[in-house]
């Protein structure tokens, strides 16, 4: 079993600065995409920012120039920074992670979500 737990959320005035911390932990051989997540009220769930295990990145428009994902292989861990936060970043954010468990099955996975406001 693979456990993803963030770490990281809470309140910020617009333009202030986030920084959102996940670990996945339990049976794990490797992690491969790592990811971040996104659910705004009545809105679906979006894709934010992934990085494969080597390192590239692929962010949404709305957030390029703005949030750094990054990630540990060593440590399976995965960050968002996110700078010049703006109101309309305000959700829950999901850390996702793509790993073959101990016998090397391949599965996806989700954190529980932390949330993130975004307000004066």
């Known amino acids: 079993q693979v456990q993803l737990v963030e770490s990281g959320g809470g309140l910020v005035q617009p333009g202030g600065s986030l920084r959102l911390s996940c670990v996945a932990s339990?049976?794990?051989?490797?992690?491969?995409?790592m990811g971040w997540y996104r659910q705004a009220p009545g809105k679906q769930r979006e894709l934010v920012a992934v990085i494969a295990r080597g390192g590239i990145e692929n962010y949404v428009d709305s957030v390029k120039g703005r949030f750094t994902i990054s990630r540990d292989n060593a440590k399976s861990t995965v960050s968002l920074q996110m700078n010049s936060l703006r109101p309309e970043d305000t959700a829950v954010y999901y850390c996702?992670?793509?790993?073959?468990?101990?016998?090397?099955?391949?599965?996806?996975?989700w954190g529980q979500g932390t949330q993130v406001t975004v307000s004066s």
């Open positions: 339990g049976r794990i051989f490797s992690t491969k995409t």
């Open positions: 996702n992670a793509v790993a073959l468990d101990q016998y090397l099955r391949e599965d996806t996975y």
